[in-house]
């Protein structure tokens, strides 16, 4: 077979002679060559993480290009399109090019890629809301453990139908009723609370393993749902908001709050993040300990949020956490209801006159509060809520949540770069909420090609399926999906969230752009992080090679 082989390569090579046809090895053609490898190279000159793969050491640039070789060996002989058809036909769905994340989840954490990315320093998490941090199942069995906490709904949930669509809440109660019909049967009186344990135990479904498979149903984002896509975006939405109110009434309870926030912070430091900067709809109601009625205003929410943080930091391994803020965040008002979704809520610009009101007021008050707005997580060209990133850019936002239609607005993406607004990226919650198909149609290569600055987040993990607190699904999807980004494309995202966190002390625009200009090089807390985050980086990179180059190796080439 072997001499078959070449004997039909020399006849093509003969008859490839005898018509005159270049050859690689002709004058001009290797000219030709050298101009367009000149040409890529120019164009990757303009990317966002330019300068920082110009500036990382020689033994990062050989961690990853080992990196690279292990990509190359996976995507041959893993992410193969044998398998995705595999999965396609176990799923019966339709597929979109690329692997989507929630059928490659239970895959990639066997890869070495996962292993390699799980260690990587991530920096820091901007963009994230609390109370779509906790792992479900977790939450479910804290409140199970916990004493005194019920369960209602608005009908009796006596059917499939009524058990999927029913508003229920969660809370404790001092006096539960003794003697009161089950939930789970046609003779109970709506909004009366039933005994959490006792109504768990007797689900009619599976009993106390059923109740959980079916709350976590309730709170969560199923494989399913996230791949119907031709449902839209709305129908996602729906299920997606309808989880937060049923997770809030279990987590703003003091308890399991407290013991919410040491595991969350745990695992958070244990995937690579050392600062985080959290955000919640402040509709919620928090309840003391032992109390049923909850508190006036959110005081003793942060002073109860600010002990667990000092609790976790005190200990030898949160010692290591550089810390946590909260950015204040409220839904956009929509004819007297409140819309989580953008596309929704009210625009920006019907609400300048009470962000200017705003303005007006901190400057009285002499104080400086920044702008992160959310803007552009929507598949609109035009409409209000695709322009939300025009308002966005105008009234001052140091970063944008989302952005995720900037892409089409090439006149506003040089007004981000000469501002340096931060684009906060959160690739797998615009796969599952439909925004885009897979990480291979998600529009940040774009965004990062015409040197607009990125950073990753994870969005809302525990109701999107993620199955982790931290940021690794994120980043190991954007290894996995983007050819250009590489490892050295990944430290410069982890990079710029560093770079563009909110520390404290608070600084006013012309400290904060000052800041973030003059990097690694400052004198203040930010240049201080960067320093050690690239510290943490190049002895990451260290253990790559150490760990990898006997297999992965420039002399294995």
Request: net charge negative; proline share 4%.
């Given at each position: 077979?072997a001499?078959?082989?070449?004997?039909?390569?020399?006849?093509?090579?003969?008859?490839?002679?005898?018509?005159?046809?270049?050859?690689?090895?002709?004058?001009?053609?290797?000219?030709?060559?050298?101009?367009?490898?000149?040409?890529?190279?120019?164009?990757?000159?303009?990317?966002s993480?330019?300068?920082?793969?110009?500036s990382?050491t020689?033994?990062?640039?050989e961690a990853?290009?080992?990196v690279?070789?292990?990509?190359?060996?996976?995507?041959?002989?893993?992410?193969?399109?044998?398998?995705?058809?595999?999965?396609a036909?176990?799923?019966?769905?339709?597929?979109f090019?690329?692997?989507?994340?929630?059928?490659?989840?239970e895959?990639?954490?066997?890869?070495?890629?996962?292993?390699?990315?799980?260690r990587?320093p991530k920096?820091a998490l901007?963009h994230c809301?609390l109370?779509?941090?906790?792992?479900i199942?977790?939450?479910?069995?804290?409140?199970?453990?916990?004493?005194?906490?019920?369960?209602?709904?608005?009908?009796?949930?006596?059917?499939?139908?009524a058990?999927n669509?029913?508003?229920?809440h969660f809370?404790?109660?001092?006096?539960?009723p003794?003697?009161?019909?089950?939930?789970?049967?046609?003779?109970?009186?709506?909004?009366?609370?039933?005994?959490l344990?006792a109504?768990?135990?007797s689900?009619?479904?599976?009993?106390?393993d059923?109740?959980?498979?079916?709350?976590?149903?309730?709170?969560?984002?199923?494989?399913?749902?996230?791949?119907?896509?031709h449902?839209?975006?709305?129908?996602?939405?729906?299920?997606?908001?309808?989880c937060?109110?049923?997770?809030?009434?279990i987590?703003?309870y003091?308890?399991?709050?407290?013991?919410?926030?040491?595991?969350l912070l745990?695992?958070?430091?244990?995937?690579g993040?050392?600062?985080?900067?959290f955000r919640?709809?402040?509709?919620?109601?928090f309840r003391?300990?032992?109390?049923?009625?909850?508190?006036k205003g959110?005081?003793e929410?942060?002073?109860?949020?600010?002990?667990e943080?000092?609790?976790?930091?005190?200990?030898k391994?949160?010692?290591?956490?550089w810390?946590c803020?909260f950015?204040?965040?409220?839904?956009?008002i929509q004819e007297?209801?409140?819309?989580?979704?953008?596309?929704?809520?009210?625009p920006?610009?019907?609400?300048?006159?009470e962000?200017?009101?705003f303005?007006?007021r901190?400057?009285?008050e002499?104080?400086?509060?920044?702008?992160?707005f959310?803007?552009?997580?929507?598949?609109?060209?035009?409409?209000?809520?695709?322009?939300?990133?025009f308002?966005?850019?105008l009234?001052?936002t140091?970063?944008?949540?989302?952005?995720?239609?900037?892409y089409?607005?090439?006149?506003?993406?040089?007004r981000?770069?000469e501002r340096?607004?931060?684009?906060?990226?959160?690739?797998?919650?615009n796969?599952?909420?439909?925004?885009?198909?897979?990480?291979?149609?998600?529009?940040?290569?774009?965004?990062?090609a015409r040197?607009?600055?990125?950073s990753?987040?994870?969005?809302?993990?525990?109701i999107?399926?993620?199955g982790?607190?931290?940021?690794?699904?994120?980043?190991?999807?954007?290894?996995q999906?983007?050819?250009?980004?590489g490892?050295?494309?990944?430290g410069?995202l982890?990079?710029?969230s560093?770079?563009?966190?909110?520390y404290s002390?608070d600084?006013?625009?012309?400290?904060w752009?000052?800041?973030?200009?003059?990097?690694?090089?400052?004198?203040?807390?930010?240049?201080e992080?960067m320093?050690?985050?690239?510290?943490l980086?190049?002895?990451f990179?260290?253990w790559?090679?150490?760990?990898?180059?006997?297999d992965?190796?420039?002399?294995q080439?």
């Open positions: 077979m001499t078959e082989s070449m004997s039909e390569h020399d006849s093509d090579l003969d008859w490839e002679v005898e018509e005159g046809l270049p050859q690689f090895t002709d004058q001009f053609i290797r000219k030709y060559l050298e101009g367009r490898e000149a040409l890529i190279e120019q164009e990757k000159a303009q990317r993480d330019y300068p920082f793969r110009q990382i020689p033994m990062a640039a990853c290009a080992i690279s070789r292990i990509l190359a060996e996976e995507h041959r002989s893993i992410w193969t399109n044998e398998y995705e058809n595999q999965m036909k176990q799923r019966v769905v339709n597929h090019p690329g692997m989507m994340f929630t059928l490659a989840r895959r990639m954490e066997t890869t070495k890629s996962w292993e390699i990315v799980r990587m920096g901007l809301h109370d779509a941090m906790i792992d199942p977790w939450l479910i069995n804290e409140a199970l453990a916990t004493d005194g906490m019920a369960m209602k709904a608005d009908k009796p949930l006596n059917s499939e139908i058990r669509q029913a508003s229920i809370q404790h109660v001092k006096n539960l003794t003697a009161v019909p089950s939930i789970w049967t046609e003779s109970y009186e709506a909004h009366t609370f039933v005994n344990g109504t768990a135990e689900f009619p479904d599976g009993g106390r059923g109740f959980m498979s079916w709350l976590v149903s309730r709170m969560t984002i199923s494989t399913e749902e996230s791949l119907d896509h449902q839209g975006v709305d129908a996602i939405w729906r299920k997606f908001t309808s937060f109110p049923i997770i809030g009434s987590l703003f003091e308890p399991i709050f407290r013991s919410s926030l040491q595991l745990r695992e958070l430091l244990d995937d993040i050392r600062w985080a900067e919640c709809a402040f509709i919620f109601q003391l300990e032992g109390a049923e009625n909850p508190t959110y005081t929410f942060f002073r109860v949020f600010d002990e943080v000092a609790k976790f930091k005190s200990t391994k949160g010692s290591l956490l810390g803020r950015i204040w965040t409220t839904l956009r007297k209801e409140a819309s989580w979704t953008e596309d929704l809520g009210r920006l610009v019907d609400l300048t006159p962000l200017f009101w303005r007006k901190c400057l009285e002499a104080v400086d509060i920044p702008f992160f959310h803007a552009g997580e929507c598949l609109g060209d035009g409409d209000e809520t695709d322009q939300n990133l308002d966005a850019v009234l001052g140091r970063r944008i949540g989302h952005a995720f239609s900037l089409k607005h090439p006149l506003l993406i040089e981000v770069k340096k607004i931060l684009v906060e990226t959160c690739p797998i919650s796969e599952v909420l439909r925004l885009t198909g897979s990480i291979k149609s998600h529009p940040l290569p774009a965004l990062l040197g607009v600055p990125a990753l987040s994870n969005d809302d993990p525990a999107l399926g993620h982790k607190h931290g940021m690794t699904q994120d980043f190991w999807q954007a290894l999906g983007w050819e250009n980004l490892l050295e494309g990944l410069s982890a990079e710029n560093v770079r563009y966190a909110a002390p600084q006013n625009t012309k400290e752009n000052k800041d973030i200009k003059e990097g690694v090089y400052g004198q203040h807390i930010r240049a992080r320093r050690e985050w690239t510290s980086w190049n002895k990179c260290e790559i090679v150490i760990e990898y180059a006997a992965y190796g420039s002399d080439e």
